[in-house]
Structure formats: C-alpha cells, structure tokens
T-cell receptor, first 112, second 114 residues
Framework: DAKTTQPPSMDCAEGRAANLPCNHS???????VYWYRQIHSQGPQYIIH???NNETNEMASLIITEDRKSSTLILPHATLRDTAVYYC?????????????FGGGTRLMVKP | EAQVTQNPRYLITVTGKKLTVTCSQN?????MSWYRQDPGLGLRQIYY???????DKGDVPEGYKVSRKEKRNFPLILESPSPNQTSLYFC?????????????FGQGTRLTVV
C-alpha cells in the first residue's frame, strides 16, 4: 500500500472549516484513500473514503486531486469534539489482509 | 447498534500469567483483527482473521495467539505476558471486500504487565 504524508499537527478555530491535507504521491490506480480519526485513545473511527471522485457524508468531505497524488479532508464546521488525531490511509483493493497501515496522523486541535 | 466489544477495558497482570482479551462483533463481518498502539510507534497489526478457522500473522505477532471458532468472536491470548506487551489494544472488524470497506474498532483494552 502507498505511503502517506501528513502534517503532525494543526489548529483550527471552533466553527471554522478544518482542512487536513494528505500527500500520497505513490498511489496506484486500485488504491482507495481512507480517513479515520482517533479521539483521545478511543478506538479509531471511520470518517470517509474515496477512489477518484470527491466524496461527502454527514461527517466530512474528501477532495482528491485529479492526479490522485494528494487529498484533503474537510470538516466544514469544526467543533471542540473534533479534536483528535486524523489518519489518512491508502489501501489497495487487492489488500487481502484488509490491513489498515496507520502512520503518525495529524493531531487537530480545535480551539474556542 | 453495530459495534465491536472488547473486554476487559483495563487489565493489570503479572508477568507470566496467561490472559485472554475478548472481542465480539454483531455485524456478521468476516474479517477481524487485533492492533496494539504504543507511543511513537502508532497502531500495528498483531493478527487477523479472514473468516472462521482462518487466521494469519500481522506485523507484530510474537507473544500472542488468536482463535476464530465463531464468526462473531476473536479472542487475543497472551500465554505468558511480559512487560513489553504493556500496551493499548484494539480489535477491529469489517467485511472482506475489494478495499472498499470500512473497519469498525472496539473501545480498546489497556493492558499493563508488571
């Protein structure tokens, strides 16, 4: 599975959009981009995933560049409860082990 | 409610005393796995199972055993725990898919081996 690069930390003001970038320049055609988050030692929580097209759900939006080498997770109106470590993971459709390889993630701090 | 349940949530034990951490899911998922999380090392996979009676090693299997006798349960067994197995453990489950599947995680088990 392709490696991802994320900034180690970011701050965001409460109520503003949080834009979390992820670089996956070695991604291949059959690899999905997944985002999970972990709130203070709780189990990781699935947020969203995509292959080529931008995706939106009730939690967030995922913007994938046309060349698929990078993506951005957008939390449209960040709240204090969104403070967490956010993981960008690239996983192949042929990953028989279904394993998620977690990197260091981005520690998002939402401030009042 | 769809969930993955781990027990116990917290456990302090002594070196060499066998223990089992249970994991159960109610989503009829084929795939289940165990991760451990350590400061500076992130989440690493210990073992996984693609279905009943099918298990395989992850990245850090040494010192652990698993079994998958039923689809819903995937216990993690430490036959002779050592202090370097002090960690935060997570169980996860998902459908076996084409990469287009989300994983559900349990709430974690914090294990301390003294």
């Amino acid at each position: 599975d392709a490696k991802t690069t994320q900034p180690p930390s970011m701050d965001c003001a409460e109520g503003r959009a949080a834009n979390l970038p992820c670089n996956h320049s070695t991604i291949s055609g059959n690899e999905y981009v997944y985002w999970y988050r972990q709130i203070h030692s709780q189990g990781p929580q699935y947020i969203i995933h995509g292959l080529k097209n931008n995706e939106t759900n009730e939690m967030a939006s995922l913007i994938i560049t046309e060349d698929r080498k990078s993506s951005t997770l957008i939390l449209p109106h960040a709240t204090l409860r969104d403070t967490a470590v956010y993981y960008c993971i690239v996983r192949a459709s042929t990953n028989a082990g279904n394993m998620l390889t977690f990197g260091g993630g981005t520690r998002l701090m939402v401030k009042p | 409610e769809a969930q993955v349940t781990q027990n116990p949530r917290y456990l302090i034990t002594v070196t060499g005393k066998k223990l089992t951490v249970t994991c159960s899911q109610n989503m009829n998922h084929e795939y289940m796995s165990w991760y451990r999380q350590d400061p500076g090392l992130g989440l690493r996979q210990i073992y996984y199972s693609m279905n009943v009676e099918v298990t395989d090693k992850g990245d850090v299997p040494e010192g652990y055993k698993v079994s998958r006798k039923e689809k819903r349960n995937f216990p993690l067994i430490l036959e002779s725990p050592s202090p370097n197995q002090t960690s935060l453990y997570f169980c996860a489950s998902s459908y076996v898919g084409s990469g287009n599947t989300e994983a559900f995680f349990g709430q974690g088990t914090r294990l301390t081996v003294v």
